[in-house]
């Protein structure tokens, strides 16, 4: 018989969490917030996280649900007014 649910080992955990951090911290240090947060509400990100963590343990329905922000990013009030621009004529 083959078992409907399986659950990983702590040590399996801590292995997907560790590939779920070097993704979004890849993903966060290139490129401006803009275009982290576009990419962050595509879905690619979470089949990537799934295809890198798949050799440690089978993994489906993978999605990104909170992002912790590690790091304050410097403010500029120029590109503070240009996001607003931006958004206005959408």
Request: proline residues 3%.
């Amino acid at each position: 018989q083959i078992k409907n649910t399986c659950y990983a080992k702590a040590s399996q955990v801590k292995g997907i969490r560790a590939k779920m951090v070097q993704v979004m911290s890849d993903l966060g240090t290139k490129g401006d917030l803009k275009s982290l947060v576009k990419e962050l509400i595509s879905a690619p990100i979470g089949e990537q996280i799934e295809r890198e963590a798949s050799g440690i343990f089978p993994i489906k329905d993978c999605y990104i649900r909170k992002v912790k922000v590690l790091k304050k990013p410097k403010f500029d009030v120029t590109s503070l007014m240009e996001w607003h621009n931006d958004d206005s004529g959408a």
